[in-house]
């Protein structure tokens, strides 16, 4: 059973950076994709980043491109996201989410892409305002 638990959320004024990072159990980076989300209240839970099994490739959705860098720590079992020049849209609760997969298969920014994955954290507030 994987377990996800996501922290370094918070506030931040506009142009500024946080790290927030994903624990993981049960989680093998060779076995699973991993990915981050989204959400605000009343909207989709969107994909922001994913990352591959394996060799880790990252994708990114248009939106958080140059601005966010999405890494794992295959020793410390952690993921995380890096989130600079951040801006008041990029308000929500952000949560790690995972995958059992066997191929470069890394569903993010598809209808229904949040739907591919089995395994949720249970989200940390990233709050951009001035």
């Known amino acids: 059973q994987v377990q996800l638990v996501e922290s370094g959320g918070g506030s931040v004024q506009p142009g500024g950076s946080l790290r927030l990072s994903c624990a993981t159990s049960g989680y093998t980076y060779d076995n699973y994709v991993i990915a981050w989300f989204r959400q605000v209240p009343g909207k989709e839970r969107e994909g922001v980043s994913c990352i591959t099994r394996g060799d880790g490739t990252t994708y990114y959705t248009e939106a958080v491109k140059g601005r966010f860098t999405a890494s794992r720590d295959n020793a410390k079992s952690t993921l995380y996201l890096q989130m600079n020049r951040l801006k008041p849209e990029d308000t929500a609760v952000y949560y790690c989410?995972?995958?059992?997969?066997?191929?470069?298969?890394?569903?993010?920014?598809?209808?229904?892409?949040?739907?591919?994955?089995?395994?949720w954290g249970q989200g940390t507030q990233v709050t951009v305002s001035e």
């Open positions: 989410a995972a995958r059992r997969e066997n191929s470069a298969y890394c569903p993010l920014v598809t209808s229904g892409a949040k739907d591919e994955y089995n395994y």
